[in-house]
């Protein structure tokens, strides 16, 4: 009975990277997210999708104890990563590492392009310069963005164009080598070229992380997502299979209005 | 289409009479600079040579030169920076990274605004108090630099802070994600960015320390002394309190030198003050982000 109990358990640690049970958030005693329940597998791309004010972006931050940066943000419920109560750890800074986040408008920070990218291995401890070199360049790769900067690793970052910084803003992300990758509407200050490849990056990136993508383009969200939640108005209003989703496979009238662009 | 009606002309005489009379004010306001900038080179310049600042005061301060008073405020100004600086600038670092929004934080930023406010006097006769007697540093180079260093203390504070706090909150929130602690963060982002600011505000302390009278004249600086202070535990003539002497409590002085004393004072300010004017533009063209 036991070993069937802890099988179990083992399972679900395996499957599931992210469990959040009833997380509700509030900024003051206005309620942006109210009791949201939904599991993150492993290896997936987990859409988000929903109109402004739906509570995505407070998602995010909620996962990575971003409320702790916000005055007024307060966060009730269970998140476990990795099985692991996150509102009970006190090392908040491992959490961070393992989790990437990219926002919608792009941080270049005011660092040369080299190293905004070494800053996070440098942070955690690697000082090496052939290794640092490595990191850097891969990860300029994979955000498409090492062809247009190699030849001027050393200028700064934060002078690169819109475009170019939210690359920049990627590869940082990636130079943590998180376990999970949030990216909060990241298309928004990049041409459609640049999206695609940056999207050929992240179905690549499945191999090795969970990714979690918000996005106000649904199509974006059919083309990436394994799974996709709909959210509005706070709530988190149904959750499901991406192509079951859009092929009108749904519980609720207000997804299928959304999904074929009624409303939003 | 684009006749003017007899209302666009009055608009136009209107915006440019009001034009004119802002104009008028901000002349206004640079005259006094340039009649005290022509009068004291006019009447002191004379009396400037190599001499005038490197030689002692003779014939009971009437004739030679102002080399321990020059060299008394180099002295205080440094020592105070010594103690002001560190200590203002955690301060800022505190206040604009780690402090949360509550009533301690509100009570400190009121001591800030309230110790700029306490004039200067109030500030001698604390040092008196507090460093001369209480803590037995009699009159001397550390009491007055002591008590300089606690009146400019907001500038440096309040400089820092608004330097610090023009790194945007986006830079700490993209380290923080990072995993970044908040030093970390404030080590490697936020400092390099706000440091120009920073030295900024330390030059524009230098140069209102230069100028002070009243803080230092019971704290530290002598009336006259036949000799150079040989550590902070001595007294020491000073620049700004030998104007004061030479102008009013010494007779038969000529009239050339408390212009050239005067002159010496305000070049030393004028010249911290182009540094930090230079300073910041050459930082403008630097711009970061």
């Known amino acids: ?264 | 289409m684009f006749e003017t009606s007899e209302l666009n002309n009055r608009n136009r005489t209107k915006q440019k009479l009001f034009q004119l009379l802002f104009m008028m004010m901000t002349l206004l306001l640079i005259t006094p600079v340039l009649i005290i900038l022509t009068t004291l080179i006019y009447k002191g310049g004379s009396i400037i040579s190599v001499d005038f600042l490197f030689t002692f005061p003779t014939d009971g301060m009437t004739a030679g030169g102002i080399f321990p008073a020059l060299f008394g405020t180099v002295w205080l100004v440094a020592v105070a920076l010594l103690v002001s600086v560190p200590i203002g600038v955690a301060a800022a670092i505190y206040l604009s990274e780690y402090a949360p929004e509550n009533w301690l934080t509100r009570i400190i930023n009121l001591a800030i605004i309230n110790l700029a406010g306490v004039p200067s006097i109030v500030h001698a006769l604390f040092g008196v108090g507090a460093f001369v007697i209480f803590f037995k540093f009699g009159t001397s180079i550390l009491a007055a630099s002591l008590t300089l260093a606690i009146m400019t203390l907001p500038v440096v504070i309040v400089a820092s802070r608004e330097s610090l706090q023009a790194v945007p909150k986006a830079f700490r929130e993209a380290c923080w994600n990072m995993g970044a602690t908040r030093w970390q963060t404030i080590r490697r982002v936020v400092l390099p960015n706000a440091v120009s600011g920073i030295l900024t505000g330390v030059i524009l302390e230098v140069s209102r320390t230069t100028g002070e009278t009243a803080p230092i004249m019971f704290t530290g600086a002598a009336f006259f002394l036949p000799y150079l202070p040989q550590g902070v535990f001595d007294q020491t003539m000073a620049l700004s309190l030998h104007l004061f002497v030479v102008s009013t409590q010494v007779p038969g002085v000529p009239e050339e030198l408390p212009y050239g004393v005067a002159l010496v004072l305000i070049a030393m300010v004028l010249l911290m003050n182009s540094i930090s004017i230079a300073f910041r533009m050459y930082l403008r063209g630097k711009k970061k982000w």
Request: hydrophobic share 40%.
């Open chain 1, 1 to 264: 009975m036991v070993s069937t109990v802890e099988a179990v358990m083992e399972k679900t640690e395996q499957h599931l990277k992210l469990d959040i049970r009833d997380l509700s958030i509030y900024y003051a005693d206005t309620p942006a997210l109210e009791n949201v329940t939904l599991d993150i597998r492993e290896h997936e791309i987990f859409g988000i999708i929903g109109p402004a004010n739906a509570g995505k972006t407070s998602f995010l931050k909620a996962i990575n104890r971003m409320d702790m940066f916000t005055s007024n943000m307060r966060v009730k419920g269970d998140i476990h990563f990795n099985g692991f109560d996150i509102r009970k750890t006190r090392n908040i800074y491992a959490l961070r590492k393992r989790i990437g986040v990219v926002f919608p408008l792009p941080v270049g920070l005011p660092l040369t392009i080299y190293e905004n990218v070494a800053l996070a291995p440098r942070l955690s401890g690697i000082r090496n310069k052939a290794e640092l070199d490595v990191i850097v360049e891969r990860c300029l790769i994979r955000a498409a963005l090492w062809d247009e900067v190699k030849d001027r690793l050393d200028s700064l970052g934060s002078l690169l164009s819109g475009g170019q910084q939210q690359r920049l803003t990627i590869a940082r992300a990636l130079s943590q080598e998180p376990e999970v990758l949030m990216l909060d509407e990241f298309s928004i200050a990049v041409d459609s070229v640049t999206t695609m490849r940056i999207e050929d990056v992240l179905k690549e990136l499945k191999a090795e992380m969970t990714i979690i993508l918000v996005t106000n383009l649904v199509q974006q969200a059919r083309r990436l997502a394994d799974r996709t939640a709909f959210f509005l108005e706070g709530k988190c209003v149904e959750i499901g299979d991406t192509e079951d989703l859009f092929i009108g496979n749904v519980k609720e009238q207000s997804t299928r209005d959304y999904i074929e662009g009624k409303f939003g």
